[in-house]
């Protein structure tokens, strides 16, 4: 047997052993990524908009 051929059947028992998630949980947990993406994003932008205000002040 090639080493080609042992590695992809290697891959292919280690695939089998993978607990896939159900639609649902592949759903829900991507809608928390994308929500807690967009709290921190607006969390940064309005920590920069305070900075920029103060920055703007001192400098102005």
């Known amino acids: 047997m090639s080493k080609t051929t042992e590695y992809f059947e290697s891959v292919r028992k280690e695939m089998n052993k993978v607990s896939w998630p159900t639609q649902k949980e592949l759903v829900d947990n ?26 703007e002040f001192l400098y102005g």
Do not use: A, K
């Open 30 to 55: 991507t809608m928390i990524v994308v929500v807690f993406s967009i709290i921190i994003s607006l969390f940064i932008f309005g920590v920069d908009n305070v900075y920029s205000t103060i920055l």
